[in-house]
């Protein structure tokens, strides 16, 4: 508008100029619909195929991470308090969620047929 001759002053350094993020437009979550689309293509008819469909629901249910995932043990399914322990190495402490939200994950897991996980029910 200065070079135009409309106003006397040039105020074009006084305008802020929106920044735009290379990563701004990277979406924060994948839609449900995906979820589902990738939840149906585990295989649970062999038993790594329920273990892997188990370790999804649980990322997906909890937000956990991967490694976090990887790191749970038997010990960690508190199944008479319907309690998952998840330990966090960096923090030096555990998060403890209900179990009863993750049923689905429960039959996966004996659906695995492993004894071990049968006498940790008990």
Aim: positive net charge.
């Amino acid at each position: 508008m200065h070079r135009e001759g409309l106003l006397q002053r040039d105020i074009s350094k006084l305008v802020e100029v929106p920044q735009h993020y290379r990563l701004a437009d990277i979406p924060r979550s994948i839609g449900w619909d995906s979820v589902q689309k990738m939840l149906d293509q585990v295989d649970r008819r062999t038993g790594v195929g329920r273990r892997d469909y188990a370790m999804l629901l649980l990322m997906i249910t909890y937000g956990l991470r991967a490694r976090e995932v990887a790191m749970l043990t038997l010990e960690d399914l508190d199944w008479k308090r319907d309690r998952l322990h998840v330990r966090e190495r960096k923090a030096e402490h555990s998060t403890t969620y209900p179990l009863a939200v993750v049923a689905p994950v429960e039959r996966a897991l004996v659906a695995n047929e492993s004894t071990d996980m049968r006498r940790d029910r008990a």
